[in-house]
C-alpha cells in the first residue's frame, strides 16, 4: 500500500530549525516532499507576488534534525508560491496531507492574515488539501532569525499529534485549515482547547523614522499585546493560559451579519435633515 505523501513548509525558510522539528515529527507518518523558502519569508501572508528574476528558482537543500538527514528543496518564491511549486513540479503523485511550521512567533489574533504559515496553509486547501499550519510562541526578536536557542520538542509532540489524527480524513464542510498555536511552556503533557480566533490586535506595527524626512527609509517595529485582553474561549485565550490553541478556519472570509440587514443598510435613504 501506497504511504500517505506529506509537504512540509514554512515560511521561516529552507534553514529553519522549526521546519525541521517538522519534518521529524511527521516522518513517521509517511513519505515527505520538503519544500520550504530559499529565504526568510515572514509576514507575506498569501502572496504570490515574484520578487526577483531568480524566483521560481528551486535547489535540492537537505533538512537535518538531532542527526537525522532529510533531501528537501529550497524555492526562491513566497510560501503560497511554494506550495504551488510543490504541487506542479516536485510531488511524484497526490499530496495526502500539507504542514505549514513550525513558525517562530505565534499567529493569533485579528493579524493572521499576514501569516506566511497560515498563507502556505490556505494556499493548500484552496488546491483541495488537507492542511495543518503550526507556529509557536516566541519572543518578538526571535520571529525573523533561526534562534537556535528554542525548544521545539513539545511542538514537535503536537505536530505529530494533530498530524496523526487527521491524515486520511476529512475536514467537516467550512473548515479549510486547523491552525495550531503552541505556548512556550508546553510540554507533552499539556492540555488542548479547540478555540474561535480572536479579534485581538494582537501585534501592533509601529513606524519609527530617525528623521522627518518622508523620504528617507523608516522601520517597523512591533508591540504585542498579550492574553489579559483577550476573550475566553479564543486563540490568544488558551495561549495566555499555557494550553494549546487548534483554531478551525475557513477560506470563507464572509461575514456572518446577515446579508438581508446589510441589503437594508445599503439600500436606506440617507436623512434629508
Known sequence: MTRPLILVTNDDGIASPGLAAAV??????????????ATQQTSMGRSRTRLSELDGCILPRDVQYQGKTWPGFAVQ??????????????????????????????????????????????????CGLLALAFSMETEVEQYFRHDRSVDFSAALYFVRFFAERVL????????????????????PESGWMMTAQDRLAYYRPTVVRETGD????????????????SRPGTDAYALSRGLVSITPLS???????????????????????
Do not use: W
Not at 171 to 185: E, N
Open 168 to 187: 486520511g480524513k476529512q475536514f467537516p464542510p467550512d473548515v479549510d485549515v486547523f491552525k495550531v498555536d503552541i505556548p512556550r511552556s508546553a510540554t
Open 214 to 229: 518622508l523620504f528617507q527609509p523608516s522601520r517597523l517595529t512591533h508591540s504585542v499585546a498579550k492574553g489579559k485582553f
Open 77 to 126: 518564491a513566497t510560501p503560497a508560491l511554494v506550495v504551488e511549486h510543490a504541487i506542479q513540479e516536485l510531488a511524484p503523485r497526490r499530496i495526502n496531507l500539507v504542514v505549514s511550521g513550525i513558525n517562530y512567533g505565534e499567529n493569533v489574533g485579528s493579524c493572521i492574515t499576514i501569516s506566511g504559515t497560515i498563507g502556505a496553509a490556505m494556499e493548500a486547501a484552496e
Open 24 to 37: 521529524a515529527a511527521v516522518d513517521p507518518l509517511g513519505d515527505l516532499l520538503i519544500a520550504a523558502p
Open 251 to 273: 477560506l470563507d472570509h464572509t461575514s456572518r451579519t446577515p446579508l438581508d440587514e446589510l441589503q437594508k443598510l445599503i439600500d436606506r435613504h440617507p436623512d434629508p435633515g
